[in-house]
């Protein structure tokens, strides 16, 4: 398939597609499909190896949101039967973090609900780090609070933050039906506040909310020119009690086109499977290893992932293996070109090309949809309803904020 050598070839180079070579993968139909992550899978391999960098969410508050999000379970109004506590204390985020760092998690990324963080709140965030670093001063740390003021990524960074999550979502053109309480062009605004304080800027995307072909690849282009060292994909979980409850567009098959596309615009960057693995790629989960390098363990913010151990053996029996501490994630000369941009000596940029994924608003997990559309387009909502699998979206009542062990 020329489509395919061509973007083999670039990303080989380290080189991205056109917009129209993009738009194309997300249009290949399922009898290419393993023909597509066969190429994406070569080009991840080039700047990635077999490697799989695993990453732990702790939610340090949960729900009582007052941004609007359509897509979030802890958003203003959500009727979503989700956890809702406010603010751990610092020992018992290092107990989570713990946790996850013992199942083999290289970063943990410690996320808070609410549109931005106070003064105050950087100072529980700074005490949270000094607790989990004294206890593992190896693991990576990726926060996720929302929109920065001025001074507040300096902090972080001072403190011993490695990156700053804050997902772009979807493209410019759209983010208005999506959110109203903020903008854009606030979500950009913080991402360079943390790139700005030598922050890894960590920013990626929602697939699944019923954007169109045109949308995703905006959004993906955008990241690349944003500069974003790691792209967290997470797919939407159409949570009850949110507005975007009935939206239900996604295959295992789109998922994987999705990711592919995402893998060739950014050939060098860290990819991240986020929310929404379990639910929507369910049984193909191993395939999108052969493009992303990078997953969460365990359960999400709001929502239950696979047991963690399925998770390494998945990694072990797909033939991939977990990233060790010592290892950089990203390839050198973009771990180079991400320190230049942030002003930094390296350390960080070197460190993650991870970063906190966190997800929608912190990450969630997801749903499944209805039968494949011909020609690659997206299934609608309406006459998917046949086919929701209603099964597979467990709210998580484990780990932080509950009295019970978290799944790691």
């Given at each position: 398939m020329d489509l395919l050598d061509t973007l083999t070839a670039k990303g080989?180079?380290?080189?991205?597609?056109?917009?129209?070579?993009?738009?194309?993968?997300?249009?290949?139909t399922d009898d290419e499909l393993l023909d597509v992550v066969a190429?994406?899978?070569?080009?991840?391999r080039r700047w990635f190896g077999r490697r799989v960098k695993l990453n732990y969410l702790v939610n340090l508050k949960s729900g009582l949101c007052p941004e609007d999000c359509s897509y979030c379970s802890q958003r203003l109004g959500s009727k979503a039967e989700i956890l809702k506590y406010t603010w751990l204390k610092p020992d018992q985020a290092a107990d989570a973090a713990r946790a996850g760092v013992a199942g083999g998690a290289k970063?943990?990324?410690?996320?808070?609900?609410?549109?931005?963080?106070?003064d105050r709140d950087i100072d529980r965030v700074t005490d949270t780090m000094a607790a989990i670093k004294e206890a593992d001063p190896q693991v990576e740390i990726c926060v996720c609070l929302g929109l920065l003021s001025d001074n507040q990524a300096e902090?972080?960074?001072a403190a011993g933050a490695d990156a700053y999550n804050h997902n772009l979502n979807t493209s410019e053109g759209t983010y208005g039906d999506i959110t109203t309480t903020h903008t854009y062009a606030d979500r950009v605004d913080t991402v360079q506040k943390a790139h700005g304080a030598g922050l890894s800027a960590c920013s990626g995307l929602i697939a699944g909310m019923g954007e169109s072909d045109e949308d995703l690849v905006d959004v993906v282009f955008a990241l690349r020119e944003l500069g974003s060292d790691s792209v967290p994909v997470n797919f939407l979980i159409p949570f009850e009690?949110?507005?975007?409850?009935?939206?239900?567009?996604?295959?295992?098959?789109?998922?994987?086109?999705?990711l592919a596309m995402v893998r060739f615009v950014?050939?060098?960057?860290?990819?991240?499977?986020?929310?929404?693995?379990e639910v929507h790629l369910r049984s193909m989960q191993p395939l999108g290893l052969h493009i992303a390098n990078s997953i969460f363990l365990g359960d999400y913010l709001t929502s239950e992932g696979q047991a963690g151990q399925a998770d390494l053996d998945m990694i072990k029996d797909a033939g991939f293996e977990v990233e060790g501490a010592?290892?950089?994630?990203l390839p050198r000369h973009r771990a180079?070109?991400?320190?230049?941009?942030?002003?930094?000596c390296g350390t960080a940029a070197s460190a993650c090309g991870s970063g906190g994924g966190c997800g929608p608003c912190g990450g969630h997990a997801h749903t499944p949809e209805a039968e494949a559309a011909p020609a690659a387009q997206a299934p609608t909502a309406e006459g998917a309803a046949d086919e929701l699998r209603s099964d597979l979206v467990k709210v998580r009542r484990r780990g932080a904020g509950t009295e019970l062990a978290p799944n790691a």
């Open positions: 080989l180079r380290g080189e991205i597609p056109t917009r129209e070579e993009a738009l194309a993968v997300l249009a290949t190429a994406a899978g070569k080009v991840r970063r943990v990324c410690l996320v808070a609900s609410g549109r931005g963080p106070t902090r972080l960074k009690g949110t507005p975007l409850a009935k939206e239900w567009n996604l295959t295992p098959q789109r998922c994987l086109r999705i950014n050939p060098d960057t860290e990819v991240r499977i986020a929310g929404g693995r010592g290892e950089a994630t180079d070109v991400a320190a230049a941009a942030a002003g930094s």
